[in-house]
């Protein structure tokens, strides 16, 4: 049975500028740099008429996973990630994320989207939202390895969200 991922957090920054952001070669190479890990690479980045798609390869040391995880993946871990994002209109984005982990019967899918709110004081934020699933083919431990990724993802949704709110500050 697969596990749900739900991600909310809201921004400082309008979403127009966040989805420049999430879409940048730059941002991504940075980003990869910082949290993308063991063998972290940018491997395909395509602007299209409404948006962008693009592949990234990040990696987890053996010796950080869970003693449970490396049973069933023997060594490092190598995820490939894929993204697509499109302008809705002004102020919303959406978008769809697939994740697969070599060498492990698991797959990351969800759907993403990204919009402005108004406060009360006017100022325009945004909102991000990632809404997901994680699935592990594995009999018995299926659902222990589901938990874990979940809550892996749930962190470095959070590691990434932290990074994209500098990495636009240090750009103003």
């Known amino acids: 049975m697969a596990r749900r991922i739900?991600?909310?957090s809201t921004s400082e920054?309008?979403?127009a500028r966040v989805y420049e952001a999430l879409i940048d070669k730059d941002y991504l190479t940075d980003r990869l740099a910082e949290i993308g890990g063991a063998s972290a690479a940018l491997v395909q980045h395509v602007d299209t008429e409404d948006g962008a798609r693009f592949q990234l390869r990040q990696g987890v040391h053996?010796?950080?996973l869970p003693s449970v995880a490396r049973t069933v993946v023997g060594g490092d871990l190598t995820i490939d990630r894929s993204e697509s994002w499109r302008r809705e209109e002004d102020g919303h984005y959406t978008g769809e994320i697939a994740a697969e982990i070599a060498g492990a019967p698991c797959s990351?899918?969800?759907s993403m989207w990204l919009r402005d709110l108004v406060e009360p004081a006017g100022?325009?934020?945004?909102e991000?939202?990632?809404s997901g699933s994680v699935r592990v083919n594995v009999p018995f431990?299926?659902?222990k390895l589901e938990d874990?990724?979940?809550?892996q993802v749930q962190k470095l949704l959070s590691d990434e969200e932290h990074f994209t709110t500098e990495w636009l500050a240090r750009r103003g």
Do not use: K, Q
């Open 6 to 8: 739900e991600h909310r």
């Open 148 to 151: 874990l990724i979940v809550d």
């Open 13 to 15: 920054w309008p979403a």
């Open 128 to 130: 991000f939202v990632v």
């Open 123 to 126: 100022a325009a934020v945004s």
């Open 141 to 143: 431990l299926g659902g």
């Open 108 to 110: 990351i899918t969800g």
């Open 62 to 64: 053996a010796d950080s």
